[in-house]
């Protein structure tokens, strides 16, 4: 082990009691450490670090009220405030890792278990640091962005076979798959699994798999990881990625509930989980998601002003739907959107008009119509379209939506999709209310489900067929050629099985959907006119 | 063991309420410990009395701490909420971390504790896991041993063997067969419950490489004479 410069050593040590504050520096002169450091709450520790960069930071779990431990680690590297070079131990009364399941989104260099002696201290600095020590070369050529020497020294490292080489593999295999070396990170994962199965090496190749496009190999072994250990959290989340890459966000919003469930303290997955729930139209998802984000956004780097908005977004979402949350819910969302409407004066205009026309929402559905047509106009007022973002004018069209103002909607869209006729993001936004998609990406996934679902019913696998095309009408609700294929295969599975009533029952509601919507100009007009014929046919035949 | 369900009438779960006084106990046995230590550290002992009491205080509570531990990590296990990070670790690092958070009470014992193990020696292990076994088993050790206690650590037959010896009286016979399961059979009457043997048992038992689970094992006239305790992973 290398000879420490223990009185080189900048360290903090924070903690909410004195007490512990002085055994612990005592320790530490005993060390020959000189230059230390204290702090008694995060205000303190985020301060002294953003003025002064440490080698060590001793911090305990506990630090009284507000933030802990890990919420002040999440923020110094959220902010750069936490090089590379800098160890962070979390201290606390509790075994280790087992303190907080959402230490795997940013886990310190280590864990010290009260209570500490010089001894342990001494342990454990020694190793951290050492392995620091080693890793500077690296750490210089990342500094150079200079890729290839940082591979090479950490290629060295790994094969020394001493301490510090599986913490030289850990980092080597995320470089290769930063880098796109995705071969390489295989081989490096495959070795290690050769010897015994790590949970890192499993998800390191599988993270190989999808990022190659392999998508159906990767979801099978992420699967199968989070199978053997369903506290894995990190797996959780590339197998969400992986639904998502094909084109699955029902499966991902699944895949993300269940590491929540194991992990609700991590705001960042709630987050996620919203934005899957609305995006898979489930607003009591959102809603109670959003809910918690709100809640641990006080305390977190992640949390923002932003959240409130989204939080009152997804009630009004579920009041336009009809659903009744409970009340304790409505009320809160309800009462931090007025408190967002009332400290508006640091706002930008178009966040202004967001909380108008969400305020718009929520009124017009618990029925104040009047209030809400005012809100409408006064948003409206506030900013033009031209000057507006794409966020704003989604919330403007749906605002327009729940007055009733169909015509004034599409209007709307037909100018917005002029205006962002150049960005596919903001374009991707508006296909839920078209009925085809504007974007390239969404009508790419139209086209692949479309080729899929029709193969399926080509090989008379009608339910495989079915559930492929349904997975597409939740993300384009009105796309008139999806439900028609919903329709023909839904007649393909009652020519098979005249007496599936359940069937008879989709068949009609589908037909019912696009009656509605379909006007005789329509291209898809004969082809619906026909299908309703042959949905007549079996209905009075069965 | 069978994940009962514990319910009670009132609606109550009532493994969860004990657990979660488990929890605020082991913060509160925290705090007076660190605080003994604080003390010892101090004001020394002027008379052999004191310090023997000093010594009973400090040790109690170490046992305490240990065995609430222990609870709450047996209650996350039964509840499928015992997270495992299994990687490569040095054994030797394990063991000089818990000796090093027992120096004290190893030194007011006056008893000498050795180690041989090679510091090249990596295994796959959870090093929380198996450092709060050691823990537990060189706590118990410093209470049956006369003078010494003995760590050693070999590969063996493609297994890590740690064991624990000392040159007390030994473990009385009937331990000595299937030690893991005596905590159900065990009364209370006899003052001990060897849940520390079911513990360490368990643990062992979430190591598992192909078919094959780690174990332990317990024998008398070990490295010293007395009693040896042995944590072999595969």
Redesign the interface.
């Known amino acids: 082990m290398a000879t420490i410069p223990y009185h080189k050593l900048r360290v903090l040590v924070a903690d909410d009691f004195s007490?512990?504050r002085s055994?612990v520096n005592r320790m530490l002169l005993d060390l020959g450490v000189v230059n230390v450091d204290m702090a008694s709450n995060s205000e303190e520790i985020l301060e002294l670090c953003s003025r002064k960069r440490f080698d060590v930071v001793l911090c305990d779990y506990n630090l009284g009220a507000g933030r802990n431990g890990q919420h002040v680690l999440e923020e110094l590297r959220y902010r750069g405030f936490l090089g590379p070079r800098s160890v962070f131990i979390l201290v606390s009364?509790?075994?280790?890792?087992?303190i907080v399941?959402s230490a795997y989104d940013s886990a310190p260099d280590d864990?010290l278990?009260?209570?500490i002696?010089t001894?342990?201290l001494?342990?454990?600095l020694g190793?951290l640091l050492a392995l620091k020590h080693a890793l500077e070369p690296v750490y210089q050529a990342l500094d150079r962005h200079d890729h290839a020497s940082a591979m090479d020294t950490l290629i060295d490292m790994s094969l020394a076979e001493?301490?510090h080489s599986?913490a030289a593999q850990k980092m080597l295999g995320e470089l290769f798959l930063q880098q796109g070396e995705y071969a390489k990170a295989e081989n490096l994962y495959k070795r290690v699994l050769e010897v015994?199965e790590?949970?890192?090496a499993r998800l390191g190749l599988a993270k190989a798999k999808h990022l190659q496009g392999d998508f159906d190999q990767a979801g099978q072994w992420l699967n199968k990881i989070v199978e053997d250990?369903?506290?894995?959290l990190p797996a959780y989340d590339v197998l969400a990625d992986n639904c998502l890459a094909k084109g699955d966000s029902r499966a991902a919003q699944e895949v993300v509930q269940r590491s929540v469930d194991v992990s609700p303290m991590s705001i960042l997955r709630q987050k996620n989980l919203a934005s899957l729930a609305t995006r898979n139209h489930d607003p009591a998802t959102a809603l109670e998601a959003m809910r918690k984000v709100v809640k641990l956004g006080r305390l977190s780097c992640y949390g923002g002003e932003e959240d409130g908005r989204e939080f009152a977004r997804s009630l009004a979402a579920l009041l336009e739907e009809g659903e009744v949350p409970p009340i304790a819910i409505v009320n809160e969302a309800f009462s931090s959107l007025e408190s967002l409407a009332e400290n508006n004066t640091e706002l930008l205009p178009e966040q202004r008009a967001q909380l108008l026309y969400i305020q718009c929402r929520v009124r017009a559905a618990r029925g104040e119509r009047d209030v809400a047509g005012e809100l409408l106009v006064q948003a409206e007022l506030g900013v033009t379209v031209e000057d507006s973002d794409i966020d704003t004018e989604v919330d403007h069209i749906r605002a327009l939506l729940c007055l009733g103002y169909e015509q004034k909607a599409s209007e709307l869209l037909e100018r917005l999709q002029e205006l962002y006729a150049d960005d596919q993001e903001a374009l991707e936004r508006l296909d839920e209310f078209l009925d085809e998609p504007a974007s390239e990406a969404n009508k790419a996934i139209v086209a692949e489900v479309n080729r899929e679902g029709i193969e399926l019913y080509g090989q008379g696998r009608f339910s495989e067929a079915l559930a492929c095309f349904d997975r597409a009408v939740q993300l384009f609700p009105k796309h008139i050629g999806l439900r028609l294929n919903i329709v023909q295969a839904l007649v393909g599975k009652l020519k098979a099985q005249p007496e599936d009533d359940e069937a008879l029952r989709l068949c009609r509601e589908s037909l019912e959907t696009v009656a509605a919507g379909i006007e005789e100009d329509n291209a898809q007009y004969k082809r619906f006119l026909q299908l309703k014929n042959m949905a007549r046919a079996l209905h009075e035949s069965a | 063991m069978n994940k009962a369900d514990n319910t009670s009438k009132n609606g109550i779960d009532f493994s969860t309420v004990l657990a979660s006084s488990v929890h605020d106990m082991?913060?509160s046995i925290?705090?007076l410990?660190?605080s003994v230590?604080?003390i010892l550290d101090e004001m020394k002992p002027e008379t052999p009395e004191q310090e023997r009491h000093f010594h009973t205080l400090h040790y109690e509570a170490s046992r305490i701490n240990g065995e609430l531990?222990q609870l709450?990590?047996l209650y996350?296990m039964e509840n499928?909420?015992?997270?495992?990070?299994?990687?490569?670790h040095?054994p030797l690092?394990v063991i000089?971390?818990q000796?090093?958070?027992n120096?004290?009470l190893i030194d007011t014992s006056n008893i000498d504790v050795t180690v041989d193990c090679s510091p090249?020696l990596?295994w796959?292990f959870d090093?929380?896991l198996v450092?709060?076994v050691i823990h537990n088993v060189l706590v118990n050790g410093i209470r049956y041993t006369r003078q010494r206690i003995h760590i050693a650590v070999r590969e063996e037959q493609k297994h890590l063997v740690v064991s624990i010896a000392d040159d007390g009286d030994g473990f009385p016979d009937d331990m000595l067969v299937d030690p893991a399961n005596r905590v159900f059979e065990a009364s209370l009457s006899e003052g001990a419950t060897h849940l520390g043997l079911f513990f360490a048992s368990e643990i062992a038992r979430l190591h598992k490489?192909g078919e094959d689970r780690g174990r332990i094992a317990l024998m008398n006239g070990g490295a010293l004479g007395g009693g040896e305790f042995r944590l072999i992973l595969p």
Not at chain 1, 229 to 232: D, I
Not at chain 2, 80 to 88: A, M, Q, R, S
């Open positions: 007490n512990f055994t009364a509790e075994a280790g890792r087992n399941m864990y278990m009260k209570p002696t001894r342990m001494y342990n454990r190793r001493d301490r599986t015994r790590l949970d890192w250990n369903y506290l894995y | 082991k913060n925290g705090m410990l660190s230590e604080t531990i709450l990590t996350r499928g909420f015992l997270p495992l990070h299994i990687d490569e040095f690092d000089e971390d000796v090093a958070r120096q004290l090249d990596a796959y090093t929380d450092g709060g490489q």
